[in-house]
């Protein structure tokens, strides 16, 4: 197992349910290949490969991956997201769509505060919405600032709506009068 950035620390593959396994931290220097091949010529059997926090990899990392998949046979199962605060593409996700075979959404999907499906991510500091700043800021650190992430539709991420500021799930009002 291999992670990059996880909140629960180097090294450390979790859930926010509290479930937590080691795992190697992907670090850019790493090449994964020649990780495995060693491995693989100690004698150490590996029947897949399990990725989290892909869209943290450098896109090199995913063409090792890909190298391990069709040179060794071995399957990778990569998971993470699409898109950063920003709505654009990580680097490590975006190289991951044009190679692989075979692209996934969860069926689990996550629900924005009004009840429609959450597509995009919101990175808040100290509880407002932000939408300029570096791409990688990871959640439940200690700093001063209180950085979080909470998903959202489309429409209330483009209108910067989260749940703080809607209310907390109160209805949002119609743009125009009935009276």
């Known amino acids: 197992m291999f992670t990059n950035q996880d909140r629960a620390g180097r090294g450390q593959i979790s859930s926010r349910l509290g479930l937590q396994s080691d795992a190697i931290e992907v670090e850019p220097a790493l ?19 399990i990725c989290d926090e892909a869209q943290f990899y450098q896109p090199h990392h995913i063409e090792e991956l890909a190298r391990i998949v069709d040179g060794l046979g071995i399957d990778v199962f990569a ?28 069926q689990v999907e996550a629900l924005c505060w009004c009840g ?53 799930g109160r209805a949002e009002p119609l743009p125009f009068n009935f009276s």
């Open 116 to 168: 429609e499906r959450a597509t995009h991510n919101a990175r808040t500091v100290n509880g407002e919405m932000v939408v300029e700043g570096e791409q990688v800021v990871v959640g439940d650190t200690n700093t001063h600032d209180e950085v979080a992430y909470e998903v959202l539709c489309r429409r209330h991420h483009m209108r910067r709506v989260t749940s703080r500021l809607s209310g907390a």
């Open 79 to 106: 998971f993470g997201i699409l898109t950063d605060f920003r709505t654009s593409l990580f680097p490590g996700s975006a190289r991951l769509v044009e190679l692989a075979d075979r692209v996934q959404t969860l």
């Open 31 to 49: 090449d994964i290949h020649k990780y495995v091949v060693e491995l693989l010529s100690e004698g150490t059997r590996v029947d897949f490969i």
